[in-house]
């Protein structure tokens, strides 16, 4: 405790960070502020209570802004969205491929472009925004309504974007992390809240195990989100005038989830297909009716067996686009980095394909499982809001949003010659004798 206490001591004592944390809590004040504010011309009395399906996970990351129908109804998505859409373009089109090897100009120009196709994106969503909201909750329906709803959305998306940007550049953390984090985090003592209720007096010794298990899980998050694969990387003696360097052997990471979320969010948007595609003839086929009812309950075995094996399946996916063995081999020959034991080029570039091939395959596997809890987490007994943060998208962004912030703070104190946040072990901000490739 007494460690505890010292080292918020020496947070608060360092000017900069004090600032920075203090910016950052008034920035997300602002946000969590504007998510209660609803849309003109709707009344939010009528408003449905909560969402389903796909909403009720989007609105799950807007901490409620969708279901409030706010002026930050659609959040930092669209955005997100954008950024996706830009990431794939890098893939397949040399044009953005020749950017991202620009370095810091390039990603800026790359930064631009998201940023001007967050636009067009946020309008056509906020069309099916407008869908959504219950017609009788819109006081006066028409052509002026949609329009301005659309620029308000818009603008909402915007500010957002812009938030999410001072808080990156004032603050602490990643600004777009860190307000889908508290869009999340704040629905979290309402489920508490709620289970403690659901159970009451009788029913504490089995709360109590679901808060223990609740911990397991998120511990368990932590690992697979640190896990990494380090591969040994001998830097050659340098001579330079009088100086002669000696050979420096560091590491190379290889994330066991170099994915992170991202594959859950792309199977989650593909599991609503079977149930849609079987409506159309669930009145003329017994097949059909059954594929429709099962996948419209995320609790069924069958809905989560295709879940799995989908969400394996993406992670190789956005594995294979988002590391670049060959690229690495490139960074690594053109620093005077080479692997022991094998060659430099093409033969390094398929050692590091075959290890990524291997860690990944575990590292899906643990996604799977843990994306598919929260169905476990609910047929056990908790209540809808809690077994959300028994895992899926929720738990693993606000893991890795909380783990990327404590390292910022780690520097910060290291910087300043002060003890870590850890009396043992390491954050990724204190491991040494890593060679970063990009």
């Known amino acids: 405790m007494n460690k505890f206490i010292t080292t918020i001591k020496n947070i608060f004592a360092i000017e900069d960070l004090r600032m920075r944390i203090f910016n950052t809590l008034f920035f997300i004040a602002i946000?969590?502020?504007?998510?209660?504010?609803?849309l003109p011309g709707v009344d939010p009395t009528r408003l449905k209570q909560g969402?389903?399906?796909?909403?009720?996970?989007?609105?799950?990351?807007?901490?409620?802004?969708?279901?409030?129908?706010?002026?930050?109804?659609l959040g930092i998505m669209?955005?997100?969205?954008?950024?996706?859409?830009?990431?794939?373009?890098?893939?397949?089109?040399?044009?953005?491929?020749?950017?991202?090897?620009?370095?810091?100009?390039?990603?800026?120009?790359?930064?631009?472009?998201?940023?001007?196709?967050t636009i067009p994106i946020v309008m056509a969503q906020s069309v099916g925004f407008i869908a959504t909201i219950n017609a009788d909750a819109i006081i006066n329906p028409g052509t002026l309504f949609t329009i301005s709803t659309m620029v308000i959305i818009t603008a909402g998306t915007l500010f957002c974007?812009?938030?999410?940007?001072?808080?990156?550049?004032?603050?602490?953390?990643?600004?777009?992390?860190?307000?889908?984090?508290?869009?999340?985090?704040?629905?979290?003592?309402?489920?508490?809240?709620?289970?403690?209720?659901?159970?009451?007096?009788?029913?504490?010794?089995?709360?109590?195990?679901?808060?223990?298990?609740?911990?397991?899980?998120?511990?368990?998050?932590?690992v697979l989100t640190q896990a990494v694969r380090r591969i040994p990387v001998q830097y050659a003696k340098q001579v330079g005038g009088t100086t002669q360097l000696n050979a420096q052997r560091q590491f190379i990471p290889l994330k066991v989830n170099a994915a992170g979320v991202m594959p859950i969010i792309f199977a989650q948007s593909l599991m609503f297909v079977p149930a849609i595609v079987a409506s159309i003839w669930q009145?003329?086929?017994?097949?059909?009716?059954?594929?429709?009812?099962?996948?419209?309950?995320?609790?069924?075995?069958?809905?989560?067996?295709?879940?799995?094996?989908?969400?394996i399946v993406f992670t190789y996916f956005y594995t294979a686009i988002s590391v670049?063995?060959?690229?690495?081999?490139?960074?690594?020959?053109r620093s005077g980095g080479f692997v022991p034991g094998v060659k430099p080029?093409?033969?390094?570039?398929?050692?590091?394909?075959?290890?990524?091939?291997r860690i990944t395959l575990p590292g899906a596997v643990a996604l799977a499982l843990i994306a598919i809890f929260p169905a476990l987490a609910l047929l056990a007994g908790v209540t809808r809001p809690m077994s959300a943060f028994y895992g899926g998208t929720s738990l693993i962004i606000m893991v890795g949003v909380v783990l990327d912030t404590l390292n910022q703070v780690e520097s910060y104190l290291l910087m300043r010659h002060y003890d870590g946040m850890m009396k043992t072990g390491k954050l990724?901000?204190?491991?040494?004798?890593?060679?970063?490739a990009s």
């Not at 399906?53 to 109804?73: M, N, P, V, Y």
């Not at 009145?283 to 295709?306: E, M, P, R």
């Not at 990724?428 to 970063?436: E, H, K, L, S, V």
């Open 161 to 222: 974007m812009w938030l999410g940007e001072k808080i990156t550049d004032k603050g602490i953390g990643n600004g777009i992390s860190m307000i889908i984090m508290i869009g999340i985090v704040s629905r979290l003592p309402g489920a508490i809240i709620g289970e403690a209720a659901a159970k009451g007096m009788r029913g504490s010794l089995i709360f109590l195990i679901e808060m223990v298990v609740l911990f397991l899980v998120v511990m368990a998050v932590i």
């Open 31 to 38: 946000y969590r502020l504007g998510s209660y504010v609803v």
């Open 345 to 357: 080029g093409r033969d390094t570039s398929e050692h590091m394909d075959e290890v990524l091939t």
């Open 51 to 73: 969402a389903q399906g796909l909403f009720g996970i989007l609105d799950t990351l807007l901490g409620g802004a969708f279901s409030h129908a706010s002026i930050f109804a």
């Open 283 to 311: 009145n003329d086929s017994d097949t059909a009716s059954y594929i429709g009812v099962k996948f419209s309950d995320y609790t069924s075995w069958q809905y989560n067996l295709v879940f799995g094996i989908l969400i």
């Open 78 to 117: 669209p955005y997100i969205s954008a950024s996706i859409v830009l990431q794939l373009l890098t893939i397949a089109v040399p044009y953005f491929q020749k950017l991202q090897k620009e370095g810091e100009s390039g990603r800026k120009k790359i930064n631009q472009y998201t940023r001007v196709l």
């Open 324 to 333: 670049n063995p060959n690229q690495i081999a490139d960074d690594l020959k």
């Open 428 to 436: 990724r901000g204190r491991t040494q004798n890593i060679a970063m």
